[in-house]
């Protein structure tokens, strides 16, 4: 896949009345020059989680307590902070090469 994505509010997973989860498959080069922005916040509320691999970038990222992160690829805050109040991890996706959270 080629190509970039903006959203260009606020993103809230898990919660009260929101989404659970988030899956992103953004291979990003060599393979593709896929990209998910958002230009607000990424907000992973308890109970709520998002999966991604590739380039991942918003304004702020924030996990709430019983949220969660899992990714290979760039997870990038774009001017604001990435504050981790739940988990962040690291996901190995060997057909893409991806075995590290940046």
Do not use: K, W
């Amino acid at each position: 896949m080629q190509g970039s994505s903006v959203y260009s509010g606020d993103l809230e997973i898990g919660g009260a009345g929101n989404n659970t989860s988030l899956l992103a498959a953004l291979a990003p080069a060599p393979y593709s020059t896929a990209s998910l922005t958002i230009g607000g916040t990424l907000e992973v509320h308890s109970g709520g989680a998002a999966h991604f691999t590739g380039a991942l970038s918003a304004n702020a990222v924030t996990v709430d307590p019983g949220g969660a992160i899992a990714g290979g690829g760039t997870l990038t805050a774009l001017g604001g902070a990435i504050v981790n109040n739940g988990a962040i991890e690291a996901v190995a996706d060997l057909t893409l090469g991806l075995q590290r959270l940046t």
